[in-house]
């Protein structure tokens, strides 16, 4: 039996980061993992795979509509799927086997299998049981599926099947307007597919920005996606390779039914944590099947914590790193901390759409007296240049002490941008430490200081 200082379940990104962390103080660390290679869903299945077919969707998009423009005349190219899919395929195995040098370099034992907790300070792994004095459960999150609904990963696909398709469907239903919906519909909408997004609510992207909202949808519909909202999907048919979705309007109960090659259900995501033997060992989960946590991740079983996706929160890589690196602080004995009201969120498609902090609406509920500042890319002269005039910053910060609460973005490389906010917020920054901070001319980054300006005395450029 080997014995370890710490045992972390699952080798995603609050997995990984949070081995390699214990391992930089000192402890003693194995990592379990079930799959052939490291990484969970984000490098193997999601985040990275999906960025790879968007960024090369997004060359051909230049190509065809924009190349011409800047005299690159020539044939637009054509698309080869079985070579898209060997430099997403190359993508993902260049990113794992980092992590497996990373193991390597700071001395992590890989347990290679699906573990679980058959009792406090141990986890089997196989046939094999190790003992921990810390055990981190960081097995992260599936993809939640809709009643009645039968995947089947070739025509009713979760993202996962989505990233490998067989060949380009000509018609992509996707049901639900959010993050990986939109993501993977934008991906197959340049590549050629008529893609149609079925909603059940009357906005896309849930908790977003009411007026990011209404532009991405727009914007979106422009590049050819078409919406059905405040639909509520009963059932879908999977026959012969083709897919028949049924849906009930909510404003009228009227039904309707569209045929697809391939529907993708992307209606969320849920904890995962079968397996893991929590029942038996006591461990507390709540109503939503994730693990319930202290504020120091601990749960109410000694020496057991738990981090990501199992746990409450929002379900984004970069939140279960932040968790990852803190709990390791806290089992190595110091201070581990997030600040749960900085956590950026991005959507990769393009224009890129990221936010960080309060919305309008949470601060109207909250009865804060607050400001905005907001400029639109057309007013920056390098966004007109590429043509990435499309979209605008927009700063909320506090009407009295102009401290920054909030920030939305929808632009070129927003999902970049954000992060000089989030740094401003870090630092209790007011809107004016950024409007008189230099920016290099010319930049998109130019249109977050204009957007800081116009909490003030007024944009420069508008």
Known sequence: MSSYDVIVIGSGPGGYVCAIRCAQLGLKTACVEGRETLGGTCLNIGCIPSKALLHASHQLHEAEHNFAKMGLKGKAPSVDWTQMQAYKDDVIGQNTKGIEFLFKKNKI??????????????????????????????????????????????????????????????????????????ELGSVYARLGSEVQVIEYLDHITPGMDAEVQKTFKRLLEKQGLTFTMGAAVQGVEAAKGKAKVSYKLRKDDSEHTMEADVVLVSTGRRAYTD????????????????????GHWATNVPGVYAIGDAIAGPMLAHKAEDEGMAVAEVIAGKHGHVNYGVI???IYTHPEVSAVGETEDSLKKAGRAYKV??????????????????????????????????????????GDLIHEICVAMEFGAAAQDLALTCHAHPTYSEAVREAALACG??????
């Open 275 to 294: 397996g893991l033997g929590l029942d038996a060992l006591g461990v507390k989960v709540n109503e939503r099947g994730q693990v319930v946590t202290d």
């Open 109 to 182: 034992d890989w347990l290679k299998g699906w573990g679980s907790i058959p009792e406090a300070g141990k986890v089997k792994v196989g046939d094999a049981v190790h003992e921990a004095k810390a055990i981190v459960i960081a097995s992260g999150s599936v993809p939640s599926a809709l009643p009645g609904i039968e995947i089947d990963e070739k025509t009713v696909v979760t993202s996962e099947g989505a990233l490998s398709l067989g060949k380009i469907p000509k018609k992509l239903a996707v049901i639900g307007a959010g993050v990986i919906g939109l």
């Open 457 to 462: 005395d007024g944009p420069i450029h508008s």
């Open 373 to 414: 500042g907001k400029f639109s890319f057309m007013g920056n002269g390098r966004a007109k240049a590429n043509f990435a005039g499309d979209g605008f910053v927009k700063i909320l910060a506090d009407k009295e002490t102009d401290r920054i609460l909030g920030a939305h973005i929808i632009g070129p490389m927003a």
């Open 344 to 346: 950026p969120s991005v």
